[in-house]
C-alpha cells in the first residue's frame, strides 16, 4: 500500500470493492491445512454460537492502521493469542451492534465514533464452536485506546502495509492444547504470530485492497 492522501476516497472505494467478497478464497491462503477437509457451508453448523469482531481501520500519519488485541495466557481455547477486538452475541443486538458493543469495552473506542461500511465473510471456528463476523468500521483520525485489564494484555497498532509485507508471511508447527497444527500458515507482526480466523480475516481484507 502507497500512503493515503484521501481517506474518504479510501472508504468508498473499499466500500464498492466489498460487493465482491473474496470469502472462502482468501481464508484458504491463512487457514490451518487441518481445516481445509471440513465443510464450509456454514449452515450445516446450526448449532454454533454467533460471535462478532471489528476490524477497525483508521488513518495516522499518510498511513492505514487498525488494532489488534493480545489476549491475557489464561487456560481458555484462545488464551495468549492475538486478535480483533471482539466477543459473543448477546441477546437481541445485531451482530454489528455485538462487533461496537466489544470494541468498545476491550479497546475503549467508542460505539458511537465508528462509521460502519460493511461486513466481511463469516467464518467458523471448531475448537470453540463459534461463527465469527467480521464487521468493517472507520474512523477518521487515529483514536485514544483505552484497554480493558481484565481481557486484554495490551493492544497493537498494526499498519496495512504489515500485512501485505511478504516477508511477514510466514509457515510453522503451532503447538495447540493436546495436538500441533502443522504447516500452519501465519502472520509475524511486532514479534508476535497472528494465525487462525484473525489471519484468515486480515487475508481477506489483503486480497480485497489488493483489488482497489
Not at 5 to 29: N, V
Request: proline share 6%.
Amino acid at each position: 500500500m502507497t500512503e493515503i492522501e484521501d481517506f474518504s476516497r479510501f472508504k468508498l472505494t473499499l466500500a464498492k470493492a466489498m460487493q465482491d467478497l473474496p470469502g472462502q478464497d482468501a481464508h484458504d491462503l491463512m487457514m490451518p491445512s487441518i481445516r481445509r477437509s471440513m465443510p464450509m457451508d456454514l449452515s450445516l453448523i446450526p448449532d454454533a454460537k454467533l460471535s462478532s469482531v471489528l476490524l477497525l481501520l483508521y488513518p495516522h500519519q499518510g498511513k492505514i492502521y487498525f488494532p489488534l488485541t493480545k489476549r491475557h495466557d489464561y487456560k481458555g481455547t484462545h488464551g495468549g493469542q492475538i486478535s480483533l477486538p471482539g466477543g459473543k452475541h448477546e441477546g437481541e443486538e445485531s451482530r454489528i451492534a455485538t462487533a461496537l458493543r466489544e470494541a468498545e469495552e476491550e479497546v475503549g473506542v467508542s460505539k458511537d465514533q465508528v462509521e460502519v461500511i460493511g461486513e466481511l465473510t463469516e467464518m467458523y471456528i471448531p475448537p470453540s464452536n463459534f461463527k465469527v463476523l467480521p464487521v468493517l468500521g472507520f474512523l477518521n483520525q487515529r483514536p485514544t485506546f483505552v484497554k480493558e485489564d481484565y481481557e486484554v494484555e495490551s493492544i497493537l497498532e498494526v499498519s496495512i502495509d504489515e500485512v501485505f509485507n511478504t516477508d511477514n508471511h510466514k509457515v510453522m508447527d503451532i503447538p495447540v492444547r493436546n495436538m500441533t497444527l502443522k504447516n500452519t500458515p501465519y502472520f509475524e507482526i511486532q514479534g508476535h504470530v497472528v494465525w487462525g480466523a484473525t489471519a484468515m480475516i486480515l487475508s481477506e481484507l489483503a486480497t480485497l485492497l489488493k483489488k482497489i
